[in-house]
């Protein structure tokens, strides 16, 4: 089975394999398999990957730095790989092959992206940023059915993106997990990191370091040196394509002006689209020439909008919606993703958990286009002969309004036949759905949703950007009562909350906020004891990292299930006792 952490695989691939030829024959996959694999078949199918194909060439790059750097590394593990049945694969961030070696591994120049050759480990892992492995009938190709597969990301230097992976390959071998190749793989990605920093000219590595110095976990740094850029994570999330781009003009305004009195003094200011962020940009020397810019974004106080900085982007002001309020990284990404698209009249797909706001998100869409109010259909309520009229009104383009149908999963069949009619006649109509994945699809709608995956948007559930619950509070609570304070919180009840697992996401979030406030009768912050009883677990005992968040999550919902059952919540989760135990107490969940 696929596997992005250090669980170990499942070794019975035969219901993997069942379902891979019902999907291959035309019929659903089966619920036998992960959601994750069952989507990356249907992207397969979606891009015209056939089950016969073979890795299609791809032309090398003349200078590849990777492959530079990696040379040393590979040719040191070259001959422990003689006589062996393991084959090494190096491949560049657009999973060209560049170098290989070992047991039949594919030819360098291969083509192994995802449009040309489907779902693999490599794939995986420069999506996930993380070591990810694939087994056998997991590949829509035919020639890698006998394979088993693990890629290790190799990172650049302080850039914080991948710009490659190392690929161990092993012939299919269902009783060993976890890959025998893990370690391999994970070591020479590891050397070949290192090669690159090493090799780094030094006015780069100076810049490199200031960079490193300045950018831990989540915080906005771009260090520039008038034509490239390396970008954390967190101003990845933060800035847009237009904004990095203005920051270069001024790096190179910086260097051209260093001689100058002022040129080599910190400057700050507004970022236009920032919502409320403002840059620091200092100058770095070398020798006692300034060969680059350190930029670092943070809130700007002085600004009533850091605190939120998601707002809708409205013509007319940008007025916040409740649940739609929120500064974490993912939940930006979607919705700039989301705005993005919505600039063209043309479909567009909402897809998330329920109760992640994806109703919410669509209005708003449309409130910041300033179009015309949407016809809107909810296939929750049942609507007979809405969709088929009103999609009839569109296609004969006769200004009907654009269209928005709410849980696309509960249309009808002569509903959803209704929207391919149209979409077939006019693939630009101005049509917007939303859809929860988990149930059970048939033919025609996964139809329907493949049409309309090149232009879909994923919401993040809640339990992926915890750090929105603080803002979002606010917004759910409302105006009070008259006479009444606004409903407050103590750090202890924050942390529950923080905590929590929210599968019913902000919905549910806002269900627990009005809870509280309809029935709760102390003054002062809400405390933990007020809180419903399944938010009072008690808290970890230091902040967890995002994975450690999820691994507690995953543990607390085993747990649930099985009543308290500490033996049968670590089978369920492929795990002993012993392990289950120690991570209890490492991300501070055991309970009396």
């Known amino acids: 089975m696929t596997r992005i952490d250090d669980t170990p695989a499942a ?18 996959p089966g619920e036998e398999i992960p959601d994750a694999l069952a989507e990356a078949w249907r992207r397969a199918r979606f891009l015209g990957v056939r089950r016969d194909l073979t890795p299609p060439p791809a032309p090398v790059p003349a200078h590849s730095p990777l492959l530079d750097a990696a040379r040393p590394v590979l040719d040191r593990v070259l001959p422990t790989l003689t006589g062996g049945d393991t084959a090494l694969v190096l491949a560049d961030s657009r999973c060209r092959v560049l170098w290989s070696g070992g047991a039949g591994p594919p030819a360098a120049g291969c083509d192994l992206s995802e449009r040309a050759v489907g779902h693999h480990s490599a794939v995986l892992a420069l999506r996930l940023g993380r070591r990810a492995e694939t087994h056998g009938p997991e590949h829509v190709l035919d020639v890698w059915q006998g ?48 090669e690159l920093l090493g090799r780094a000219r030094p006015p780069e590595r100076l810049l490199l370091d200031a960079y490193l110095g300045q950018a831990p976990e989540g915080r906005a740094v771009v260090a520039l040196d008038g034509s490239s850029r390396i970008v954390s994570s967190g101003a990845a999330r933060l800035l847009s394509d237009e904004t990095l781009t203005g920051l270069e003009r001024r790096a190179t305004a910086l260097l051209r002006d260093a001689g100058a009195a002022d040129g080599r003094r910190t400057r700050e200011f507004p970022v ?7 840059v620091r940009m200092t100058p770095v020397v070398h020798e006692g020439e300034v060969i680059g810019a350190l930029a670092v974004a943070r809130p700007d106080p002085a600004d009533g909008t850091a605190a939120t900085p998601a707002r809708t982007p409205g ?45 919410s998100l669509a209005r708003a869409l449309f409130a910041w286009r300033g179009s ?7 296939a929750a309520e049942g ?26 999963e509960r249309l009808g069949q002569p509903d959803v036949a209704a929207l391919l009619s149209l979409l077939a006649r006019r693939p630009e109509v101005p049509l917007t759905a ?3 994945p988990g149930t059970r699809v048939g033919p025609c709608l996964r139809r329907l949703l493949d049409l309309l995956t090149a232009r879909s948007v994923v919401l993040p559930p809640l339990r992926e950007r915890v750090e929105d619950i603080p803002v979002l509070l606010p917004e759910l609570a409302g105006r009070p009562s008259p006479g009444r304070p606004p409903l407050s919180w103590s750090l202890d009840a924050r942390r529950a909350l923080e905590q929590h697992s929210w599968p019913g996401n902000v919905a549910e979030l806002s269900q627990v906020v009005r809870e509280v406030a309809e029935h709760r009768r102390a003054t002062g912050p809400v405390r933990r004891g007020e809180l419903p009883p399944g938010l009072r677990v008690p808290p970890a005992a230091r902040r967890l990292s995002g994975m450690e968040r999820a691994e507690r999550t995953a543990i607390l919902e085993a747990l649930r299930r099985h009543g308290g059952n500490k033996a049968r919540a670590a089978e369920s989760l492929g795990i002993g006792r012993a392990t289950l135990y120690r991570k209890l107490r490492a991300l501070g969940a055991d309970q009396p």
Do not use: I, Q
Not at 156 to 182: M, S
Not at 372 to 378: E, G, H, K, N, S
Not at 384 to 408: F, I, K, M, Q, S
């Open 11 to 28: 070794t019975a691939l035969a219901p993997v394999r069942r379902a891979r030829e019902r999907f291959l024959g035309g019929r659903p």
């Open 147 to 194: 394979l088993s597969a693990v890629s290790v990301p190799v990172y650049e230097p302080g850039a914080g993106r991948p710009a490659g992976t190392v690929t161990a390959l092993t012939p299919l071998r269902e009783d060993r997990a976890p890959h025998p190749g893990a370690a391999l793989a994970e070591a020479t990605a590891l050397a070949v990191e290192s």
């Open 272 to 278: 236009p689209d920032g919502a409320g962020l403002v």
């Open 315 to 359: 013509r007319g002001g940008g007025e916040r919606l409740p649940g739609l309020t929120g500064a974490s990284g993912p939940w930006r990404v979607a919705v700039a993703r989301a705005t993005g698209l919505a600039r063209t009249a043309e479909p567009l797909l909402l897809t998330g958990e329920a109760g992640v706001g994806k109703s």
């Open 372 to 378: 015309t109010a949407p016809l809107v259909v909810d």
């Open 383 to 408: 609507a007979p002969g809405d969709v088929p009229r009103w999609c009839h009104a569109l296609a004969e383009g006769d200004g009907a309004p654009p269209l928005l149908v709410l849980h696309a």
């Open 434 to 436: 939303t859809h929860t």
